[in-house]
């Protein structure tokens, strides 16, 4: 049950960051536009919460590189975020916290998938 916790603190910095970027972004974008430059975070919890769930029901290898694959779309992300992003630059400093948060949930779920318990 302690992954449940730990599975919370990692996500819960990532929707913030998220959160942080959807507020701060300018009323004039489109909202599309401010969820395509804010979704980094939130699609990294989803993709964390996705491996920690499969993995108290099972173990594959084939799941855990479908999912390492998958972790594709948050870089995605961070990537349109810093190019498009018309809120304030300073904002860009919560990817010093996201991006390690976002790189040991992918394997901590990578490998509790792969393998199982750590």
Same mark, same amino acid.
């Given at each position: &049950?302690?992954?449940f916790f730990w599975a919370?603190?990692?996500c819960l910095v990532m929707i913030y960051v998220s959160y942080a970027y $959807?507020?701060?972004d300018r009323n004039d974008a489109s909202?599309? $536009?401010?969820?395509?430059?804010s979704a980094h975070g939130a *699609?990294?919890?989803g993709l964390y919460l996705c491996a920690v769930l499969i993995s108290t029901f099972e173990r594959s290898q084939y799941i855990a590189a479908i999912l390492l694959g998958l972790y594709l779309v948050p870089s995605v992300l961070i990537?349109? *975020?810093?190019q498009f992003y018309r809120g304030p630059?300073? &904002?860009?400093?919560?990817? $010093? +916290?996201?991006?390690?948060?976002? +790189?040991y949930t992918a394997f901590i779920g990578l490998v509790r998938v792969a393998v199982g318990e750590i």
């Open positions: &049950m302690e992954i919370g603190v990692p $959807f507020r701060a909202l599309g $536009f401010r969820i395509a430059t *699609s990294a919890a990537i349109i *975020s810093l630059n300073a &904002m860009h400093a919560l990817q $010093f +916290l996201n991006v390690p948060v976002i +790189l």
